[in-house]
C-alpha cells in the first residue's frame, strides 16, 4: 500500500517569497492533517480536513498561511509571504474517518533565507 | 504551553541493552497517548499507544507505561539494535473544543544506539 506522497521534498525560498507544498493522502483516508515541525521540537497541528471541509485550524497563522482541499482528496498548503521563521519540515498525515492512527509523509523541508 | 513534555533531550545506549524513554504530562484530564518514532528525514511513525483505563501495553519488543497518580509515561525498547536509533515524540491525543482529537506532540528524545 502507497504512503502519503509529499513534493516537494526540499525547498529553499527568500523571505518575502511565496511557497506551496501538495500532500496526497493515503486511499480512502478521508481526515488529512498538516504539521509543522520546527527543528528540534515535536511536529504542530496546523489544520485538520475531514473530506473537503476544515474541521480545525485553530493553530495556523491565517495572515499568511491557507490550506485547501478542494475535491477531498489531494492538499496544498501554502506560505504567502513567507518569513524566516517559518523554517521548518511541513509534514502531512492521514487517517480513516474517526481511526486514532495517523500516518504521517516524509515532509517538506522549507528554509527561508 | 505544551502539556506533553519529555525529561531527557539524548540518550545513548549499548546495542542489546534495554532503553527507558520518559515523558511527562500536566493534563489529568489527558486519556489517549501515543509514542512515536521519527528517523532523519521520515515522517513519525506509530508505535504503540495506550489509554488511560490501562497501566501498561505490550508491543513487539516495546513496553509503555502510564502511571496516572504522577502524569507519567514511559517506553521501553528491550534489546535495543541499531534500527532504533531515532527521535521518539510521546504526543497526547485530546479532544478539543472541535469535539474532534487531535494530537499534541512533545519535544522529543534522541536514542543513539551505540554498536
Known amino acids: 500500500e502507497a504512503g502519503v506522497a509529499q513534493s516537494p521534498r526540499y525547498k529553499i525560498i527568500e523571505k518575502r517569497q511565496s511557497v506551496a507544498f501538495w500532500c496526497n493522502p493515503i486511499?480512502?483516508?478521508?481526515?488529512l492533517y498538516w504539521y509543522q515541525q520546527i527543528l528540534g521540537q515535536g511536529p504542530k497541528l496546523l489544520i485538520q480536513f475531514q473530506n473537503n471541509g476544515v474541521v480545525d485550524d485553530s493553530q495556523l497563522p491565517k495572515d499568511r498561511f491557507s490550506a485547501e482541499r478542494l475535491k477531498g482528496v489531494d492538499s496544498t498548503l501554502k506560505i504567502q509571504p513567507a518569513k524566516l521563521e517559518d523554517s521548518a519540515v511541513y509534514l502531512c498525515a492521514s487517517s480513516f474517518q474517526g481511526a486514532d492512527e495517523q500516518f504521517f509523509g516524509p515532509g517538506t523541508r522549507l528554509t527561508v533565507l | 504551553g505544551e502539556s506533553v513534555g519529555l525529561h531527557l533531550p539524548t540518550l545513548s545506549v549499548q546495542e542489546g541493552d534495554n532503553s527507558i524513554i520518559n515523558c511527562a504530562y500536566s493534563n489529568s484530564a489527558s486519556d489517549y497517548f501515543i509514542w512515536y518514532k521519527q528517523e532523519s528525514g521520515k515522517g513519525p511513525q506509530f508505535i504503540i499507544d495506550?489509554?488511560?483505563?490501562?497501566d501498561k501495553r505490550q508491543g513487539q519488543r516495546v513496553t509503555v507505561l502510564l502511571n496516572k497518580t504522577v502524569k507519567h509515561l514511559s517506553l521501553q525498547i528491550a534489546a535495543t539494535q541499531p534500527g532504533d536509533s531515532a527521535v521518539y515524540f510521546c504526543a497526547e491525543n485530546m479532544r478539543r473544543d472541535t469535539g474532534r482529537r487531535a494530537l499534541t506532540f512533545g519535544s522529543g528524545t534522541r536514542l543513539q544506539v551505540q554498536p
Open positions: 495506550i489509554r488511560s483505563n490501562m
Open positions: 486511499s480512502g483516508h478521508a481526515t
